[in-house]
């Protein structure tokens, strides 16, 4: 299982990599393997605030409808458009090409909540 | 919960297990698109050893399951398989199932592996005349063997060529091991009962002979595809065949079955729902099971069955509506996620094989 070392990894299974006051946002590779196809994805809008631990975007597979939480609190600064034409994206590159949106942190402090690698890989069992 | 004599086989082969119906299936084993992909362009194998297989013998057994079930036994021909409902007092279905006419006085039926036990009892309780019943699902393991390649598949195996025509059975070892070219996912192919014993054998010559293992959810996704429906989903004890469009296998003109009466008068009268195929028109979330469906803007139904069409690329559901609102061309709306898609209802089946 592929979890990247320099990223930052929610309980529910998104990822999150830091830089400066943006994050970029989206859902581990282990999560894209437990939902299996992903057959439909709907970032936020941009200029959405969301708050950590709330439903930022919708991801559904061919067999099961999931909703994907923020890591942090922030305003969407930008959406990943092209999952939404090619939502397979997030099956076959996850940590790349598959990321959802990107949020202005409005409280970087929220990040020490998170796992690190390694503290994600023990939470999977991986 | 049970297990198919398959199931070391699909751990092995990295299924995917969840439960279905009181069993542990493989819903899945590299992917459903894939799966899904590979029945309607080549040729995939599926274990459906968890439905049911019925022996009916005796010189009134024709008779007596004319009794029982909706399509007309006494003119299926030797040698032949016939899609059939069996249905309540109310005329509602109990199950839908297949029957195989194996010789003059002997028919094997295949039920839904959730209705075993409740057909079972029901034909049971209404045993008459000179008829043996028996319930011999443990027995079998079962294999689905679909797709455009499913006839090279098939000659692999058995070293012949595959029957040509649909719904013919063959007995291949009396009482041990049936072909019936039959299936649930619109295409070609056969469904191969064996042995429970010799199920590993069975799956693996499949596999070896180029079938590509798929899962109960491509099962799922092209069934609905052709407008097949699922007992339980979209065929319930509360609902006629006549309402779910199945009137195609409802002989009335057979003087006597269990529902007739209540069929007789729906006909003579308006069907009170039809089950309709509803396509998606807006890009939309997948549409699953219990869906609101509306209608100028009111909640009239819910989807019995639905999915994003893998074959199609747009979103297809099942739902029992009003016959005011059951025509082709009707424009409903369905909901998902707390939004309303626009969406038609279409002629069955939505997808139709490439010619």
Known sequence: MNIPENLRYAASHEWILVEGDTGTVGITDHAQAELTDIVFAEPPAIGKTVKAGEVAAVVESVKAASDSYSPVTGEVIERNEAIEADPTLLNTDPFGQGWIYKIRLSDPAELAALNDAAGYRAQIGG | MQRTPLYDEHVRAGGRIVEFAGWEMPVQYTGILQEHKAVREACGVFDISHMGEFFVKGSDASAWLDTLLTNNVSQLPLGHAQYSLMLNERGGVIDDLIVYHLAEDRFLLIVNASMIEEDAAWMRSHLSGNVEFENRSEAFAALAIQGPLAAAVFEKIFQRPMPSERNRVEEIEPGRSYIATTGY???????????????????????????????????????????????????????????????????????????????????????????????????????????????????????????????????????????????????????????????????????????
Request: glycine share 8%.
């Open chain 2, 185 to 355: 996912t619109g295409e070609d192919g056969i469904e191969w009962l064996v042995p429970a014993s010799e199920s590993a054998n069975a799956w693996n010559t499949a596999l070896a002979a180029g079938a590509f293992p798929c899962g109960l959810g491509a099962r799922d996704t092209l069934r609905l595809e052709m407008g097949y429906p699922l007992n339980g989903s979209d065929l319930s004890p509360e609902r006629t065949p006549l309402e779910a469009g199945l009137g195609f296998f409802v002989d009335l003109k057979k003087t006597a079955f269990t529902g007739r009466q209540i069929l007789l008068d729906q006909k003579s009268s308006l069907l009170p729902h039809k089950l309709c195929a509803i396509r998606v028109l807006d890009k939309a979330p997948p549409v699953r099971p219990h869906y609101k469906v509306y209608v100028n803007g009111e909640p009239v139904s819910e989807t019995t069955s639905g999915a994003l069409s893998p074959s199609l690329g747009y979103g297809i559901a099942m739902a029992y509506l009003p016959p005011a609102y059951s025509d082709i061309g009707q424009e409903v709306e369905v909901e998902v996620r707390d939004r309303r898609f626009r969406a038609v209802i279409v002629k069955k089946p939505f997808y139709k094989k490439q010619p």
